[in-house]
């Protein structure tokens, strides 16, 4: 199995976590905190569909550098894949405010259990 087949398949696991935790677990318990899960179900979700992507086309050598961090997924994603497949420009706002989300509770001091 190539990669990007492996990392489509773990972003539709998670985005399948966060529709869970959403529409059955929520709605259960009714707490709060679930919420950082599904926001980080949804980033990471989002960030693997981007990888995915970025690894497809570079297996169909339509680019010819494959990135290794955050922004440079970005910055390819932005210059290569956004045009090609039609994409809205709000996908990639989306996922730097999901980013945004995510480094702010990693690194908050005070987390509430």
Not at 65 to 91: A, C, H, M, W
Request: net charge positive; proline share 3%; no cysteine.
């Amino acid at each position: 199995m190539e990669k990007f087949q492996t990392l489509l398949r773990e972003a539709t696991r998670r985005f399948a976590n966060a529709d869970h935790v959403v529409y059955v677990t929520y709605p259960l318990l009714n707490d709060p905190k679930l919420i950082i899960v599904v926001i980080g179900n949804l980033y990471q979700s989002l960030v693997r569909a981007f990888e995915a992507l970025i690894e497809y086309e570079y297996y169909q050598k339509r680019i010819e550098y494959l990135p290794t961090n955050f922004k440079d997924n970005v910055l390819v994603f932005q210059d290569y894949i956004l045009k090609r497949y039609g994409f809205s420009q709000n996908i990639i706002k989306i996922l730097e405010d999901l980013h945004k989300i995510m480094v702010l509770f990693h690194n908050s001091k005070k987390v509430f259990r």
